[in-house]
Antibody, heavy 120, light 107 residues
Framework: QMQLQESGPGLVKPSETLSLNCTVSGGSISSYYWSWIRQPPGKGLEWIGYIYSSGNTKYNPSLKNRVTISVDTSKNQFSLKLSSVTAADTAVYYC??????????????WGQGTLVTVSS | DIQMTQSPSSLSASVGDRVTITCRASQSISSYLNWYQQKPGKAPKLLIYAASSLESGVPSRFSGSGSGTDFTLTISSLQPEDFATYFCQQGYSIPRTFGQGTKLEIK
């Protein structure tokens, strides 16, 4: 059974860079798209971006200038960096796999989520 | 960006009820529509993909329909474990966007 696990600091200072990793186990990271999605406390879901195992990326334009997603296939891991954070970036951050197949565009495996708080 | 609007935002129902949640896209998304269930403190769970296809392992009381701009999620007979928040998500264009959620509560 595939599992995803987010890791990284739970507290980041304003103006600094948020960095998270997602480790994939129970399957290969190859040949899939992988996403980061966030959810501010008590609010809805926001797609941050995704990366293919080859390294091709797409980002949400609302965050594009601040976000970088990268992949390390040797570690079966992908990562998120979000620069110049503010309190508005406080959220639970999820990593997720994009389903593969005809007309499949959803997220079928998710990490448990990690709360990142932006505060001095 | 494609805006996804769900209705209602909250809903009270009883065990055994039939419930329908609606999701409307601001432009046509063909059938690139997914539904999720989220319980407090947990990650969302994919229920329905491609508007009407049941994800593996999801009970058959869940069903989806629609295409273009209007979609519905139906739970045929509510079970206690179905009380949760439901989100729709479009997979037609970038950025991927979600509805604001429908909170299903026990009456």
């Amino acid at each position: 059974q595939m599992q995803l696990q987010e890791s990284g600091p739970g507290l980041v200072k304003p103006s600094e860079t948020l960095s998270l990793n997602c480790t994939v186990s129970g399957g290969s990271i190859s040949s899939y798209y992988w996403s980061w999605i966030r959810q501010p406390p008590g609010k809805g879901l926001e797609w941050i971006g995704y990366i293919y195992s080859s390294g091709n990326t797409k980002y949400n334009p609302s965050l594009k200038n601040r976000v970088t997603i990268s992949v390390d296939t040797s570690k079966n891991q992908f990562s998120l960096k979000l620069s110049s954070v503010t309190a508005a970036d406080t959220a639970v951050y999820y990593c997720a796999r994009v389903s593969a197949g005809y007309k499949r565009s959803g997220f079928d495996y998710w990490g448990q989520g990690t709360l990142v708080t932006v505060s001095s | 960006d494609i805006q996804m609007t769900q209705s209602p935002s909250s809903l009270s129902a009883s065990v055994g009820d039939r419930v329908t949640i609606t999701c409307r896209a601001s432009q046509s998304i063909s059938s690139y529509l997914n539904w999720y269930q989220q319980k407090p403190g947990k990650a969302p769970k994919l229920l329905i993909y491609a508007a009407s296809s049941l994800e593996s392992g999801v009970p058959s009381r869940f069903s989806g329909s629609g295409s273009g701009t209007d979609f519905t999620l139906t739970i045929s007979s509510l079970q206690p474990e179905d009380f949760a928040t439901y989100f729709c998500q479009q997979g037609y264009s970038i950025p991927r966007t979600f509805g604001q959620g429908t909170k299903l509560e026990i009456k």
